[in-house]
């Protein structure tokens, strides 16, 4: 415990001592500070604290990573600086007011998509496993399903939860975003639950031929009767236009009404809204977000794919990946499958694979660091990259740099193979389940690739001396 009241008093000092520090929280691995002035902030020696595994600043929070003993740390950080204490979400929105335009329409999208990752990851796996018993050639020559027809009862049911969650999918957003605008999630349901209705039109048959959609006729509007199956944007938009009106119903109308009519009107005006303009008007603007990308892709895949692989190191600090999240949706959605997702699992692999090659450079120098490298590669296997990109590899810049370059080689071989993907999947060492069994072959050779690459800059840039290298005797 003295050391951590020691280790406390230092992190205090290097964050520019209490007077610094206007309110605390902490997540499962980190605590989390908001800052007066983020200048005063020393980083190096902070990374020395025995009890710090790494810091960074994102969100308008400088976080510093403590690992799974962060509760403790907590409590007593309060105890020594009687600095306020906030929940998590007062902390995230005191944050965002330090954030500019682009930075909280980033944040927006990841609070709305990251609750629902579990139930896509869930879908994705599982749309796997169904691939892998329907598909010709993977364990034997024919399918597993027409080797063992007794299955065939677990096959249909395992295919029918994997697709719940992306027939669905405008109910979950629904829900998440309604949420995240601060009105009543369950009506967020309801509105997703209407844009799907199996009255409607599916979006796939209105694209195939929009002249057979049926329509109302609403005071001489005529208004598609469109589902909005697998779409993300027109559920958002429509989910901030309820909880607008909610709200602001609930502010008009007198308190023996509110309850009966403020949820009613609101969600009928909002779904008259939807379908007649904010429907068929974002409807557009995914598509050409999900066609741009696919022909981006068509032209010149190798380009794409290496850009698209060099640049997602950094998107996740920058915590804009989760603007790709949603482009990973809409495809999956709209197109039936997903390309973006699978191409930037390399950056992953590479996270995990740079760190392994840090411990195998830092064990006889750095003991303390070197543990770091083994958890952190442990972590990012597992999906989980933040870990190792703070901890070891932004820590020392050169593997980082390795794991730019060799993501973008990696990410250009599985574009220019055209490696598709269920749906978004579950990151590190098993993503290649979430991937079609034909395209694992490449799959395996472009990880294999982006691997080989990422050891081999990092070592060189090492002996070297490059891009930092000599902070490794430190």
């Not at 929940?87 to 944040?107: D, F, H, I, P, Y």
């Not at 975003?177 to 639950?193: E, M, R, W, Y």
């Not at 495809?331 to 499958?337: D, H, I, Q």
Request: charged share 10%; net charge neutral; proline share 5%.
């Amino acid at each position: 415990m003295e050391n951590v009241k020691t280790s406390i008093s230092q992190i205090v000092k290097l964050v520019g001592g209490e007077e610094n520090i206007k309110s605390a929280s902490h997540c499962v691995t980190r605590l989390r500070l908001i800052l007066k002035d983020e200048s005063l902030i020393n980083i190096e020696e902070l990374e020395q604290v025995d009890i710090v595994k790494g810091c960074f600043l994102t969100g308008g929070q400088f976080q510093i990573v403590i690992g799974p003993g962060v509760e403790k740390v907590y409590k007593v950080f309060i105890e020594q600086t009687q600095v306020a204490e906030v929940s998590k979400e007062e902390l995230k929105a005191e944050g965002t007011k330090q954030q500019n335009t682009l930075q909280r329409l980033v944040r927006m999208l990841g609070d709305i998509f990251i609750p629902l990752l579990p139930a896509i990851v869930a879908s994705g796996l599982l749309m796997g496993v169904n691939n892998m018993i329907s598909n010709p050639g993977i364990f034997y020559e024919a399918s597993v399903l027409e080797t063992f027809p007794q299955i065939s009862g677990l096959a249909g049911m395992i295919n029918l939860i994997a697709n719940t969650a992306f027939t669905f999918l405008p109910a979950l957003v629904g829900w998440s975003a309604v949420k995240k605008f601060g009105g009543n999630p369950v009506l967020g349901i309801v509105l997703g639950l209407i844009l799907v209705h199996p009255d409607l039109m599916s979006t796939w048959e209105f694209a195939a031929d929009p002249t057979q959609a049926p329509t109302w006729n609403i005071f001489g509007l005529q208004i598609n009767q469109v589902g909005y199956q697998g779409q993300v944007l027109p559920v958002i938009a429509a989910a901030y236009v309820l909880t607008f009106l909610e709200l602001k119903l609930k502010k008009w109308l007198p308190d023996v009404f509110e309850l009966v009519l403020a949820a009613p009107i609101a969600v009928l005006l909002t779904g008259i809204i939807t379908f007649a303009f904010i429907g068929p008007l974002t409807m557009a603007g995914s598509n050409l977000i999900t066609n741009s990308v696919v022909a981006l892709f068509d032209i010149n895949p190798i380009l794409a794919g290496l850009i698209y692989g060099v640049i997602s190191p950094p998107l996740v600090i920058t915590g804009m990946h989760h603007l790709f999240l949603g482009v990973n949706l809409q495809m999956a959605g709209s197109l039936g499958y997903v390309t973006l997702w699978p191409i930037g699992e390399t950056a992953t692999f590479a996270q995990g694979i740079a760190c392994l090659t840090m411990f195998a450079i830092l064990r006889k120098k750095n003991k303390k660091q070197s543990s770091i490298c083994i958890t952190s590669t442990v972590s990012a296997w597992l999906g989980i990259t933040e870990p190792a990109i703070y901890g070891v590899n932004l820590r020392y810049r050169f593997p980082f740099i390795a794991v730019m370059v060799g993501s973008g080689i990696g990410s250009a071989f599985l574009s220019f193979s055209g490696v598709r993907a269920t749906s978004v999947g579950v990151g590190g060492i098993f993503s290649f389940l979430s991937v079609f069994p034909e395209y694992w072959p490449s799959y395996f050779i472009g990880m294999v690739l982006t691997g080989a690459i990422t050891v081999g800059l990092t070592l060189f840039f090492f002996k070297a001396k490059m891009f930092g290298a000599k902070e490794t005797n430190a």
